[in-house]
Structures are given as structure tokens and as C-alpha cells.
């Protein structure tokens, strides 16, 4: 599952259900509407920050923005990944995830 794809989806879900345009979310996060476009069709990764602004602007947790057991939701190790920077390649991002799935596994067995 592209987490990306899945938190613009929820982007999307929210706006409508609130009867928002994307031009009203945009100056909402003192943005554009391509970028608000952008997030939803998950060719933008959001930034904490902005996850953490959506979630006040939607009345929402953070956290109904992500998969839930039902949706297979992604790791920790998946999230921390995908939201580092926007310039980590999907490889890079794949590093990340061994590497902390590794440090889990080294702390389990301590």
C-alpha cells in the first residue's frame, strides 16, 4: 500500500466532506491548489507539520489520516520512511526501514 496515495485519499475524503474546494484548503494552509492537488493524488509527500495542520482544519486525529488494521496499516519503520525528506528515493527509503526494523529486532532480543 502507498502510504502516500492513502493519506491523500483521506486529504480528499476530509475537504468534501466539509463541502472545502481545494482553492479554500489551499488558503487555509497558506498554499496553492496544485499542491493541495498534489497531496491528494499522493505525487506529494505531506510533512508532519502539514498532517498536523489538516488534522485541525478537518477536526481530526493525525492518526485517521493512516491505514487501519483493516488496511493493512504500514509500520512505524513505513511512516518514519516515507516522511523524512522529500528528496529519499524509494531505495533510500528501504534502508531506512532495515535499518530500524534491525534495531527493533536487536532490542527484542535483549
Known amino acids: 500500500m502507498d502510504v502516500n496515495k492513502f493519506i491523500g485519499s483521506q486529504i480528499k475524503i476530509f475537504r ?3 463541502g472545502m474546494t481545494q ?3 489551499a488558503d487555509k494552509l497558506g498554499t496553492t491548489r496544485q499542491t493541495i492537488s ?3 493524488n499522493g505525487d506529494r509527500k505531506t510533512t508532519q507539520d ?3 495542520e489538516l488534522a485541525g482544519i478537518f477536526h481530526k486525529s493525525v ?3 493512516f491505514p487501519d488494521e483493516d488496511n493493512r496499516a504500514p509500520s512505524t519503520a513505513d511512516v518514519v520512511a516515507a516522511h523524512i525528506d522529500d528528496d529519499t528515493s524509494e531505495t533510500e527509503q528501504e534502508q531506512i526501514i532495515n535499518f530500524i526494523e534491525a534495531l527493533k529486532k536487536a532490542r527484542n532480543q535483549d
Open 50 to 52: 502539514v498532517l498536523f
Open 16 to 18: 468534501e466532506a466539509q
Open 23 to 25: 482553492d479554500q484548503l
Open 63 to 65: 492518526n485517521d489520516f
Open 38 to 40: 498534489r497531496y491528494e
